[in-house]
């Protein structure tokens, strides 16, 4: 956070809640109804469950914090820090990409897929300290600079952005001053200077969709990046056609923010962590006039230093995803809570995981998981209608197990 001039931050805490695990408030009148996809960060287990806790699919990852639904029931997802790939319905590996010999890391903590073909990413590639990043007697022995590419099914390379390369653009569209201001707290209250390697933690990455904003201003049109740096506190935004940036926002308001994503309206919905303020805020901005439109916050009750995201619904609702908390939860714009979900699977087949905390999480209507669920094949034993009738298909059977009577009768009241 950006304080009297320094750039701060915290380290990790974990929020520990009582009560039940699985879903513990559900409204039925008011909430968005269809199925949610999540793992827990770094994870080995994929999850798609339905919105009263019935787990309707899985499949095995590795080291994985992020997927996406693909509309033919297949899976998107990733080893954070190795390979994107897509895996078929049975966890089949159907394509991979590993990255090139360059590349520290070949992807990281978010990919945006563009079309059937094409991928847009994060990667890493460590190089020698450019000159007045830092401050002076505080640069680190290298910088661990990441990268945006564009990549097609054949893997070949199609586009790179170095944010190296334009530090100087970003910091003057964010209003930071260079060397950037990095300082660090000590036991006694006070700051000291200091240089991060990674001196922009890249953590989002999204292709804009087309918007009225974009046909009026150029900054925000159809095709140009949104990335979030959570070391600078800024979100910013990259022209491909012009290889830079030319829009950026955060220093003094966001404060190790995740998760910017671009709504239908223009404006932009994002997960603000507060690692330092010490509480969460998702915020919903007009990024032309940098004004805050929206926002849900809870004070200490709501807080998570890292990662963590949040979804606009089709109904006006926002889904957040409160990692540390390993907390999911749906809120009205009036900020009333219609779902709630606290996260029962710790990650297993890992020797370094984050336990049950979720990286970001997905919730996807019916129509979108229809797909998936048609290509189970599964041999139906034992399981009949109450008239009598056998269940014969996998979907027939997750709209038996949906059936029974609303085991939430007084959401509506709570």
């Not at 003057?172 to 001196?199: C, K, N, Q, T, V």
């Not at 220093?251 to 994002?270: F, W, Y």
Request: with cysteine; aromatic share 12%.
């Amino acid at each position: 956070m950006l304080i009297e001039g320094r750039i701060v931050t915290a380290g990790e805490k974990t929020r520990i809640h009582g009560g039940l695990y699985g879903v513990r408030l559900y409204d039925r009148e008011r909430a968005f109804p269809g199925y949610t996809l999540f793992t827990p960060a770094y994870g080995y287990r994929g999850y798609l469950m339905d919105m009263n806790g019935l787990v309707v699919h899985s499949w095995p990852l590795t080291h994985s914090d992020q997927l996406e639904l693909l509309p033919d029931g297949n899976l998107l997802t990733h080893n954070d820090g190795a390979w994107l790939e897509e895996l078929a319905p049975d966890g089949t590996v159907l394509w991979r990409w590993e990255g090139t010999p360059d590349l520290t890391v070949p992807n990281h903590h978010d990919f945006f897929r563009v079309n059937e073909d094409e991928y847009v990413l994060l990667a890493s590639v460590r190089e020698p300290v450019r000159p007045g990043v830092f401050p002076a007697d505080h640069e680190p022995p290298h910088m661990h600079t990441d990268l945006v590419l564009r990549i097609n099914r054949a893997g070949k390379e199609l586009w790179r952005f170095n944010f190296g390369e334009h530090v100087e653009t970003l910091c003057e569209l964010a209003r930071l001053p260079m060397p950037i201001p990095y300082a660090r707290r000590l036991a006694d209250g006070s700051f000291e200077p200091w240089g991060p390697a990674d001196w922009a933690h890249t953590n989002s990455v999204e292709v804009l969709p087309a918007t009225e904003l974009g046909e009026e201003d150029t900054r925000f049109r159809q095709g140009n990046i949104l990335v979030s740096f959570r070391a600078l506190d800024t979100i910013a935004i990259i022209d491909p056609d012009l290889a830079e940036f030319v829009w950026a926002w955060g220093p003094g308001v966001l404060d190790g923010q995740h998760h910017p994503t671009m709504l239908e309206n223009g404006n932009i919905l994002l997960f603000d962590n507060g690692t330092y303020r010490g509480h969460s805020i998702v915020r919903e901005i007009d990024p032309s006039t940098e004004k805050e439109t929206w926002k849900y916050e809870n004070g200490e009750k709501f807080f998570s230093p890292f990662r963590s995201g949040s979804q606009r619904l089709p109904n006006g609702n926002t889904f957040i995803c409160e990692c540390d908390a390993g907390h999911f939860f749906e809120v009205t714009p009036e900020g009333v809570v219609v779902w709630d979900f606290y996260n029962p699977f710790i990650t297993q087949q890992a020797t370094r995981h984050l336990g049950k905390r979720m990286h970001r999480a997905t919730r996807y209507d019916e129509a979108s998981v229809l797909p998936l669920l048609s290509r189970r094949e599964d041999q139906i034993g034992g399981e009949v209608h109450r008239d009598g009738t056998s269940v014969d298909s996998y979907i027939d059977l997750v709209h038996l197990y949906q059936s029974g009577p609303d085991p939430f009768p007084e959401s509506a009241t709570r």
